[in-house]
């Protein structure tokens, strides 16, 4: 799965549970990338757990220590990051475990 789209889907998926965050559109100048999740977009803890459950089930990874929001993950696209990160990994494991 390519970063692209990686965030593409996680901007529908913040998009869709924070309301404070513009539906994305072909036409759409908005910088999703440098919006902290919080406070920017939430103050609710809330909102963060349900998207964080959300993106788990998307992307089929899980949020360790760290959820979005957190230090280290403030940001839209910190979080595309870590997406992205743990699914190379994942790729890479299954790849090494299938030429064994």
Do not use: C, W
């Not at 999740?37 to 609710?44: G, R």
């Amino acid at each position: 799965m390519d970063k692209k789209r990686i965030r593409d889907e996680v901007i529908e998926i913040l998009a869709a549970k924070l309301h404070n965050l513009p539906q994305p559109s072909d036409d759409d100048d908005f910088e999703y990338d440098d919006q902290a999740l919080v406070p920017d977009i939430t103050k609710d803890p809330l909102d963060i757990a349900e998207v964080s459950m959300d993106l788990e089930d998307a992307f089929g990874i899980n949020f360790e220590e760290i959820l979005p929001g957190d230090a280290g993950m403030e940001t839209i696209a910190k979080v595309v990051g870590y997406i992205d990160v743990r699914i190379a990994k994942r790729e890479a494991k299954a790849k090494a475990d299938a030429e064994e």
